[in-house]
């Protein structure tokens, strides 16, 4: 946890502190949720989402966010939806939306490696972004990019 938490840390240095902070609290909530320490995990959420909130963001545990994602403008306006896998490299702008096509989280996209994804783009459903894709600013996807 102490190695991803520092990863997070050096890929967005240049973010500023309210996405290091919540990225922080991303990774700490992610690891203690899944452990027996109860009240700690409740502290560290009321945190989170308080974070989450002054950014306008959704960074929910149960998405696989990978150390390495890049956050250039900070979470400003980023929604992820819980089911939702970012791979290493991957660099993603304000405005994104990577949400499920239902309330059910199993239909909701992976993002390969080393992909771009423009301000205010959209990802929608239960696709796959290939390696090495660019997603340009304001499109909206719908369908699986290989």
């Known amino acids: 946890m102490i190695n991803e938490i520092f990863t997070r840390w050096e890929t967005n240095r240049k973010s500023g502190f309210l996405c290091n902070a919540i990225l ?10 899944e452990s027996k320490l109860r009240y700690f995990s409740i502290i560290i959420s009321i945190i989170h989402k308080f ?13 696989e966010i990978a ?24 660099i993603i702008f304000h405005q994104v939306t990577i949400g499920s096509s239902s309330l059910n989280s199993a239909k909701s ?10 301000a205010g ?12 894709e660019r997603i340009r600013a304001g499109h909206s996807i719908f ?3 290989e």
């Open 143 to 145: 369908h699986s990019i």
């Open 109 to 118: 996209p992976l993002i390969c490696e080393n992909v771009l994804i423009g």
């Open 67 to 90: 150390p390495s994602v890049l956050f250039p403008h900070g979470l400003y306006g980023v929604f992820i939806s819980k089911g939702a896998q970012v791979k290493n490299g991957c």
């Open 121 to 132: 783009a959209k990802i929608i459903g239960q696709i796959k972004v290939a390696n090495g």
């Open 51 to 63: 974070l989450c909130m002054l950014a306008g963001c959704s960074l929910p545990y149960k998405a």
């Open 24 to 33: 922080t609290t991303y990774s700490i909530g992610k690891s203690v949720s």
